[in-house]
C-alpha cells in the first residue's frame, strides 16, 4: 500500500520539516527549503526479507593486492593506493577546475578495463571531442542518460570494471517528483547507485558540484553515503591543481595530490616544491621560503610580503593563500613582541604558486617576511623558515620538523625554527644580521 506525503527539505543542509519558513531552523540558511513529495510503501514486517548474513571477522578476507590503478600515481597516493572494488568516490570542486579532465585521464589510462562513462551533463560527442584534446587513445563506453533507474539497469547489464558518473547533481528518478539536483533526487540516486556498485564489486566515481559557500551541492548527507570524498583545489587562473581526501574508509585522510593543467590534460608533479619555487627571486627583501606538511608530505612554498605606508586612517590587511584572521593576530604580535611599527603600514601576504595554506609552521615566515619588507633587508636565500607563533611573541616547534628539514636539504636550505631563537624578535634580528 502506497503512502504518499510532502516534506520542506533543505537545500543546504538536508533538515526536513512539515511546513514552510523562510530560514532553516538547522543551518540558518534563507529560502533554502522545498517542497519535496516523498512517496514510499507500508509494509508489513514480518513479511520483509529477512536474508542478512552474519560473518566473523575470522571469516572475512582483505587484501590490499585487489586495489586497482587508475594510472594516475598522484591520485593512487590519495586513494590509499588505488581503487577498491566497490568503493564509491565523490569528487567535488569548483566548475572548471578538471574534475571531468582527471576522470577522463584515468578511464583512458584503464585500457584493460571496461569503462562505462554516463554522460548527465555532457553529450557523448563533447566527450569525444575532451579525449581528441587529452589525446587519449583508450576505449570507454559512453552513456548518455539522466535516469539513475536506467543507469543502474545498464550497470547490472553490462557489468564494466569502472563506472564514471558525471555528474550526480543530473541525475533524478521517477520515483521522486523533485527536480534534478533536489536534496531527495541527489540523495536517493547516489544511494542506488552505491548500492549496485557494492553488489557488483565495481568502483564508481560521482562528479558533484559545489555551491557558491563552496560547499558540495544538495545535503551534505551525501558525504556519508560514499566512501571516499576527494576535494578539488586551485584557481582556475593558474595551472595548479591540489586534490585532497576529505574522507577515506579505505585510505589515510592527509594526503594530497598536485597536478599541473596544460593543453594535454593534468600532469601529476612528482616533485612540487621544486615546481613552486621555479620562479623565486633571492635577495629580495619580503621573500622567504617555508616547509609546509600537506598530509604527510612535506612540500616547500615563498612566502612573499609588502609593507608600504598606508594612504587611508585605516591600514589594509590583505591574505592570499593563507587565514586572514591568522595574518592579522601575526601583525599584532609583531607590533607588541617585536617592536616593528606596523600601525600605519599597509600589509600584503601572498603564497606563491595559488595554493591554500592552513598550516600553523608557516607562521615565522610569514613574520621574518613583512619583518623583511618593512625593514627593507632581505634574508638569507638559503634558509627555510618553520615555526609556529604564540601570542607572547614565542616560536614553537611543529610537528615532522625532521621530515621538514630533509625536504629542505633535498634543495639545499637550512631550516630555521625554534632554534633560532625563543622569540620571533630574536628569530628576526639573527636571521636579519
Excluded at 503512502?3 to 529560502?31: D, I, L, M
Excluded at 623565486?280 to 612573499?304: C, D, F, H, T
Amino acid at each position: 500500500m502506497a503512502k504518499t506525503h510532502s516534506q520542506f527539505v533543505c537545500q543546504q543542509c538536508g533538515y526536513t520539516q512539515a511546513g514552510w519558513a523562510g530560514r532553516c531552523p538547522n543551518c540558518g540558511e534563507w529560502n533554502s527549503l522545498v517542497e519535496t513529495t516523498i512517496e514510499g510503501k507500508v509494509q508489513d514486517s514480518k513479511s520483509k526479507n529477512q536474508s542478512g548474513k552474519i560473518y566473523k571477522l575470522s571469516e572475512v578476507k582483505v587484501s590490499e593486492s585487489q586495489r586497482v590503478k587508475t594510472g594516475e600515481e598522484e591520485l593512487d597516493n590519495v586513494l590509499g593506493g588505488g581503487l577498491v572494488p566497490g568503493m564509491t568516490v565523490l569528487v567535488a570542486g569548483e566548475p572548471g577546475i578538471g574534475k571531468s579532465t582527471l576522470l577522463t585521464q584515468v578511464a583512458l589510462n584503464m585500457e584493460k578495463t571496461k569503462v562505462l562513462y554516463v554522460c548527465g551533463e555532457e553529450s557523448a560527442s563533447q566527450v569525444a571531442l575532451r579525449v581528441k584534446r587529452l589525446m587519449g587513445k583508450g576505449e570507454i563506453w559512453l552513456f548518455e542518460s539522466t535516469d539513475a533507474d536506467e543507469i543502474a539497469a545498464k550497470i547490472q547489464a553490462e557489468k564494466p570494471g569502472l563506472v564514471i558518473i558525471d555528474s550526480i547533481q543530473t541525475l533524478t528518478t521517477t520515483d521522486l517528483t523533485g527536480g534534478a539536483g533536489a536534496v531527495g533526487q541527489v540523495r536517493e540516486c547516489a544511494q542506488r547507485l552505491t548500492d549496485v556498485a557494492k553488489r557488483m564489486n565495481i568502483p564508481l566515481f560521482l562528479v558533484g558540484h559545489v555551491t557558491k559557500e563552496g560547499n558540495i551541492a544538495g545535503p551534505r548527507v551525501l558525504e556519508h553515503v560514499v566512501d571516499t570524498v576527494l576535494w578539488f583545489e586551485g584557481e582556475r587562473s593558474l595551472s595548479i591543481r591540489l586534490v585532497r581526501a576529505v574522507k577515506n574508509r579505505f585510505g589515510p585522510t592527509d594526503e594530497v595530490g598536485v597536478f599541473e593543467m596544460g593543453e594535454k590534460g593534468l600532469t601529476g608533479v612528482a616533485n612540487p616544491s621544486q615546481f613552486f619555487l621555479a620562479e623565486r627571486v633571492k635577495n629580495v627583501p619580503g621573500s622567504v621560503v617555508s616547509v609546509v606538511m600537506e598530509g604527510k608530505r612535506p612540500m616547500l612554498a615563498e612566502i612573499q610580503a609588502l609593507a608600504v605606508a598606508s594612504l587611508s586612517p585605516i591600514p589594509r590587511r590583505v591574505a592570499t593563500g593563507v587565514d586572514f584572521a591568522r595574518l592579522q593576530m601575526l601583525v599584532a604580535v609583531l607590533t607588541a613582541r617585536a617592536g616593528l611599527r606596523l600601525e600605519g603600514e599597509d600589509i600584503f601576504v601572498n603564497v606563491t604558486g595559488g595554493i591554500r595554506l592552513a598550516d600553523r609552521g608557516v607562521d615565522l615566515a610569514i613574520c621574518l617576511a613583512i619583518a623583511s619588507a618593512f625593514l627593507k633587508k632581505s634574508l638569507p636565500g638559503d634558509v627555510a623558515a618553520v615555526g609556529e607563533i604564540g601570542l607572547l611573541g614565542e616560536v614553537r616547534t611543529v610537528q615532522g620538523l625532521e621530515r621538514r628539514v630533509r625536504e629542505a636539504k633535498k634543495l639545499g636550505y637550512r631550516v630555521a625554527s625554534a632554534e633560532s631563537g625563543k622569540s620571533v624578535a630574536a628569530a628576526i634580528k639573527k636571521l636579519m644580521a
